[in-house]
């Protein structure tokens, strides 16, 4: 009786044990419904990660660009300093180098001035022309100087006079200045030879009618 009860029991057992494996393998009509939709969530998931990770790929190798372009600008820019530094190096030696003694020509000057007219001329006697008619050139003054400075203290001055009168055609040629100077200051300087006067070259700026005469002053000392 005892076995059997038992028999019983083990078969009520195996009975509801496979009930319950059987309705756990067997899934509902409705979780057969949600099945598809987590299915395509979890791939939008994945999708989403995937464009992300993209993305970030993409900043970096921008970021890695930028910072490989940024390397060269600054290679180049060392490579050209670093080609400037001869440069710079001639520039010093050159400057500390002493420059070298000045020549007979660095010292010279060399200036020229002309007063001239141009004229025409009618004159008649009884109606006829007499000279001098007709158009003139003439040349008052031509001044060539030649100015040479020995050193901070002495200096030497030349100029030339030139005459041109076309109503007689003739040409004249002086010395108008030839002296040396000895400026020891500014309320000191001696010259000794044939210079101008003081007054005459302040009066010939006032004048202004060099070009037709000398002036006055001039005219008694050429």
Partial sequence: MTTKISLLTGAAVGV?????????????????????AAASAAAARQAAEIEALKAQVEALSERLAATEQ???????QAVGEVQTLPDVAKLAAASATPNPKP???DSTQVSGRMYFDLTNLKQTRDGAKVA????????????????????????????TDVQ?????G???????????????????TVRLGSADMP????V???????????????GLTR
């Fill in 16 to 36: 509801f044990l496979a009930t319950g494996a059987a309705a756990q393998a067997a899934p509902t009509a409705h979780e057969a419904d949600r099945a598809p």
């Fill in 199 to 202: 007054w005459v070259p302040y």
């Fill in 132 to 159: 001098p008619s007709g158009v003139g050139f003439d040349v008052k003054r031509f001044y060539l100087g030649v100015d040479h400075r020995f050193n901070d203290t002495y200096s030497a001055n030349l100029t």
């Fill in 70 to 76: 940024q390397q060269r600008k600054l290679q180049d």
């Fill in 204 to 218: 010939e700026d006032l004048y202004g009618y060099r070009y037709f005469e000398k002036t006055i002053a001039d």
């Fill in 103 to 105: 020549g007979w020509a």
């Fill in 164 to 168: 041109y009168s076309s109503a007689i």
């Fill in 170 to 188: 003739a040409t004249e040629l002086y010395i108008k200045k030839a002296f040396i100077q000895g400026k020891y200051s500014d309320a000191l």
